[in-house]
T-cell receptor, first 113, second 114 residues
Framework: DGGITQSPKYLFRKEGQNVTLSCEQNLNHDAMYWYRQDPGQGLRLIYYSQIVNDFQKGDIAEGYSVSREKKESFPLTVTSAQKNPTAFYLC????????????FGEGSRLTVL | AQSVTQLDSQVPVFEEAPVELRCNYSSSVSVYLFWYVQYPNQGLQLLLKYLSGSTLVESINGFEAEFNKSQTSFHLRKPSVHISDTAEYFCASYSGGGADGLTFGKGTHLIIQP
């Protein structure tokens, strides 16, 4: 089945540690996105990539980093510089047909202890 | 800049009652409009979308939404809800140009009471 796979589903980390969230898609989509979701705040864009080896900052990129070395993969690193990293993180992709429709993964819940 | 407003953060309804989740958008250009549904601890799934053509769009599970350009609205409705409809619903608009043109509302939590 085609889709987007995020891992891990749940992750705990201590303050000061970096953590990387995985996002893999087999939909052959060009564009990939990372969103952060907090209760009552909707979705906020962290980073996006419209093509391999290229990515742009979204609205809340500070304290995060990404890479796009392969079309299928768009990992997100939450660094120790992110002041409030506890959240639900969603990865999404778009085929590039300029309709804006996104396909989402199941999400990763990060809790900082 | 465009914006999407979901007027209600929570909507409680009784099972088998009708429901309307409100969504208003603001954009100076033509937009595509979407409703996504999110069940607890899961990602978002596309429920329905308006790209062009008929202003009334329907989903396979009984939801419908109507694009109203004069009122800049895209309200979601269902004539009779089920317990399984309990979820968070997000309205979104897209005005082109990639990620910068995509805007989500803050979501409406639909709570179905038996």
């Amino acid at each position: 089945d085609g889709g987007i796979t995020q891992s891990p589903k749940y992750l705990f980390r201590k303050e000061g540690q970096n953590v990387t969230l995985s996002c893999e898609q087999n939909l052959n989509h060009d564009a990939m996105y990372w969103y952060r979701q907090d209760p009552g705040q909707g979705l906020r864009l962290i980073y996006y990539s419209q093509i391999v080896n290229d990515f742009q900052k979204g609205d809340i990129a500070e304290g995060y980093s990404v890479s796009r070395e392969k079309k299928e993969s768009f990992p997100l690193t939450v660094t120790s510089a992110q002041k409030n990293p506890t959240a639900f993180y969603l990865c999404a992709s778009n085929p590039g047909a300029n309709t804006g429709e996104l396909f989402f993964g199941e999400g990763s819940r990060l809790t900082v202890l | 800049a465009q914006s999407v407003t979901q007027l209600d953060s929570q909507v409680p309804v009784f099972e088998e009652a009708p429901v309307e989740l409100r969504c208003n958008y603001s954009s100076s250009v033509s937009v595509y409009l979407f409703w996504y549904v999110q069940y607890p601890n899961q990602g978002l799934q596309l429920l329905l979308k308006y790209l062009s053509g008929s202003t009334l769009v329907e989903s396979i599970n009984g939801f419908e939404a109507e694009f109203n350009k004069s009122q800049t609205s895209f309200h979601l409705r269902k004539p009779s809800v089920h317990i399984s409809d309990t979820a968070e619903y997000f309205c979104a608009s897209y005005s082109g140009g990639g990620a910068d043109g995509l805007t989500f509302g803050k979501g409406t939590h639909l709570i179905i009471q038996p």
